[in-house]
């Protein structure tokens, strides 16, 4: 079990561009969530998938992003047009009924938009 | 909506003394869990107690430890011999079968 991964660690990127980090979860959860988090905040959900289906979005979550997760394994979030708003720390975390509902992080995805 | 309200945003313990988070929330549910994570500085975030809201028992883990009061809509951490490696962001959260809401965290400073 090698935990929740997730790349690009760090992405600096100029407004208007499109940028999209990828999340592998722990193999055998079939929850994944992303969250946003700024520097001193805690993390704010953004959506949810419980296999391939997306069942959450927040309202932070707006046109411009999108998540999927094909075939209910890894998920990717895809930014379009940045804004310098979006620099952020994107957090992706899984869980399962057997974790008991505790859900486990990534190490997170680095945004920088300049 | 489940909110999570962290009231301390930063806290000072001396090393090897007791220091005690504070955290409530509100949910008209009865079935959720709470958590408290911990993220070290540029660290990753990971789970230092959980608690299941169905269980009175207060959970315990090692050197932490929990007071759960579901009326009040209360869950507070507590650190006991407190050590510099405790030095993190702490965060309180509220979770479901669909989703888990944070509290905007306690800044912890273990001095020594």
């Known amino acids: 079990d090698t935990g929740v991964s997730q790349n690009p660690r760090h992405k600096i990127t100029k407004r208007g561009q499109n940028v999209t980090f990828r999340c592998d979860p722990i193999s055998e959860h079939n929850r994944l969530y992303w969250y946003r988090q700024t520097l001193g905040q805690g993390p704010e959900f953004l959506t949810y998938f419980q296999n391939e289906a997306q069942l959450e979005k927040s309202r932070l979550l707006s046109d411009r992003f999108s998540a999927e997760r094909p075939k209910g394994s890894f998920s990717t979030l895809e930014i379009q047009r940045t804004e310098q708003g979006d620099s952020a720390m994107y957090l992706c975390?899984?869980?399962?009924?057997?974790?008991?509902?505790?859900?486990?992080f990534g190490e997170g995805s680095w945004l920088t938009v300049v | 909506a489940q909110t999570v309200t962290q009231s301390q945003p930063e806290m000072s313990v001396q090393e090897a003394e007791t220091v005690t988070l504070s955290c409530t929330y509100d949910t008209s549910e009865s079935n959720y869990y709470l958590f408290w994570y911990k993220q070290p500085p540029s660290r990753q975030m990971i789970l230092v107690i959980r608690q299941e809201a169905y269980k009175q028992q207060n959970a315990t883990e090692n050197r932490f430890s929990v007071n759960f009061q579901k009326a009040a809509k209360s869950f507070s951490l507590k650190i006991s011999d407190s050590q510099l490696g405790d030095t993190a962001m702490y965060f309180c959260a509220f979770g479901n079968n669909n989703d888990m809401r944070f509290g905007a965290g306690t800044r912890l400073t273990v001095k020594p």
């Open positions: 975390a899984s869980s399962s009924m057997s974790s008991g509902n505790t859900i486990y």
